[in-house]
């Protein structure tokens, strides 16, 4: 039976990289049915694309959200910095599917602004370069920290994530990520928001603060490479989601079993798979 939402966020799923948890993802939205799903930035990561290496697991997962459209759910995909190239195409719309910047809503008489938040990484604007060869570093160490986790299982001992203990260690990085949801809370204020829904910085977060204009509640949906996290609204309810293995294998226990090829062919340009999606 499919959880029934009102609307699921999710962002920072980086399809197309080594780190991205396509076949978790495609569990997680196999178990739901939202009326409004969005994809809140860097859902394919076109600074990593390669034509000769899109898993099938990949696929699958746009193919998920083509069927999902077909059978009624609005999709808004909000483009972030590693999907930066979809901006020459904003306020796309096919059928139930929307490429946007950002979504302006009103839910019960409240106002959301939701964007990917990159706009706030100066690191990213002033240095577009670096921020490419970080993103490059990045998904190795995920990718080395997944091997690392397997031996810390087969062990007995419980996994790591080495981006997480980095991130908390770092006085800058834990800095930037409390700047970043400070800003993001001032800008919606200004703006009369009353909430306000981010990606980018990979950490789900729920959060009210008390501000010139009024109370404002910001909210981060994480990411699928890391935290595996979504966001969740349904009875008026906001919540963060967190991916459990064991729920997927009690539910279906053939989910994780089934074998995928390790490749497929897919379009030659970038321009085509948006086309197809």
Not at 84 to 108: M, P, S, V, W
Not at 217 to 240: C, H
Request: proline letters at 2%; a neutral charge.
């Amino acid at each position: 039976m499919k959880r029934e939402l009102d609307i699921a966020v999710i962002s920072d799923v980086h399809l197309g990289t080594y780190g991205c948890h396509a076949k978790e993802l495609l569990n997680y939205l196999g178990s739901i049915k939202p009326k409004t799903l969005i994809l809140n930035g860097d859902f394919i990561d076109i600074w990593q694309f390669k034509k000769n290496w899109f898993p099938a697991d990949h696929l699958k997962v746009i193919q998920k959200l083509l069927k999902m459209a077909a059978k009624g759910t609005q999709i808004y995909y909000l483009t972030g910095n590693h999907d930066d190239a979809l901006r020459h195409y904003t306020d796309f719309t096919n059928g139930n599917i929307h490429l946007r910047d950002k979504l302006e809503l009103e839910i019960k008489g409240e106002k959301y602004l939701i964007f990917h938040g990159d706009v706030f990484d100066f690191s990213v604007n002033l240095s577009p370069f670096l921020a490419k060869i970080g993103g490059k570093s990045y998904d190795w160490l995920i990718v080395l920290n997944r091997f690392i986790n397997r031996i810390r299982i087969s062990l007995g001992l419980t996994p790591l994530s080495f981006a997480k203990k980095i991130k908390e260690s770092v006085k800058k990085a834990v800095k930037f990520v409390d700047d970043f949801e400070q800003t993001a809370i001032e800008v919606a204020s200004k703006q009369g928001c009353q909430y306000v829904i981010c990606g980018h910085i990979h950490k789900a977060q729920f959060r009210k603060e008390q501000t010139s204009t009024g109370q404002v509640t910001y909210m981060n949906s994480g990411d699928w490479v890391e935290s595996l996290t979504a966001l969740e609204y349904v009875y008026n309810d906001w919540s963060i989601y967190e991916y459990n293995e064991v729920d997927y294998k009690i539910l279906n226990p053939r989910l994780k079993t089934e074998k995928v090829k390790e490749s497929i062919d897919v379009p030659k340009t970038f321009e085509e798979v948006i086309m197809n999606f």
